[in-house]
Structures are given as structure tokens and as C-alpha cells.
């Protein structure tokens, strides 16, 4: 049940285009993290774009205004698992929303089961309600 935060410059994308974007990801999520299909959690934010700065760390990529940040709050996936949903990302969003790969960015934070509540104040893993 990844947790995906993925945060875009304002005024860029239509909202077809982010919807776009946000079921490309979702459909990765399921077939690279075996996230269940019916589990989707996204919170998409838009920023000024002057509110974001992402300096090519030496790598040389271009940025544009067709930057794409996306944060998975997840756990249990191994560095293999990591590398294939960068690689998947990266096609899937060229291919279906036409961003480059020098726009994408990715971050997998690991949590534990203790570190999700769904509601009601319940720990669901740990109370093996999930």
C-alpha cells in the first residue's frame, strides 16, 4: 500500500494530463510494487515554479517546467524491487505522458507497519485488520 506523493509546477499540466499522470503511476505501483489494485493513495501538489529547485547534481539534466517529483512512502521492497520501479516510472511516464527522464525524479522512503494508520486511530497492520 504505497503512499505516493508526487508534486508538479502549477499551471503546466491540464487536469486531464494529471490524471493521466496519476494512473500511469498507479497502474507502475500495482505492477512493480504488487500494490492491490484497489489500494490508491496519491496526494498530488502543485507548486509556483519558483517553489521547486532541482539542480542536476553534476549529472547533467536539463530541467524543465515539466519537472515531476514523486515520494513512495512504502515497505518491504528490496533495492531490486527500487531499481525496476525507478526504471518502470521512467518508461511509463515517457510513454504515456511524455516526460523526459531528465524531469523525473524518485524517492522510496521505507517505513515500517507500525507507521500506518488507514483511520479510526487503528494501527490496521499491526492490529491485523490488514
Known amino acids: 500500500m504505497p503512499l505516493v506523493k508526487i508534486d508538479l ?3 503546466v499540466r491540464t487536469r486531464e494530463g494529471i490524471q ?4 500511469t503511476i498507479q497502474q507502475v505501483m500495482i ?6 489494485k484497489q489500494d490508491r ?10 517553489e521547486i529547485i532541482c539542480e542536476d547534481s553534476g549529472l547533467g539534466y536539463s530541467r524543465s517546467n515539466q519537472l515531476v517529483i514523486i515520494q513512495i512512502f512504502q515497505q518491504g521492497r528490496d533495492q531490486q524491487q527500487k531499481k525496476d520501479v525507478y526504471k518502470a516510472l521512467q518508461k511509463s511516464l515517457h ?8 524531469d523525473l525524479i524518485v ?3 521505507e517505513n515500517s507497519r507500525a ?4 483511520g479510526m486511530g487503528e494501527a490496521q497492520f499491526l492490529t491485523r485488520q490488514l
Open 9 to 11: 509546477i502549477k499551471g
Open 20 to 23: 493521466k499522470l496519476s494512473a
Open 31 to 36: 505492477e512493480s510494487f504488487s500494490a492491490p
Open 41 to 50: 493513495y496519491q496526494i498530488i501538489t502543485q507548486h509556483e515554479d519558483y
Open 95 to 102: 510513454s504515456e505522458c511524455g516526460v523526459s527522464g531528465d
Open 107 to 109: 524517492t522510496c522512503v
Open 115 to 118: 507507521d500506518w494508520s488507514f
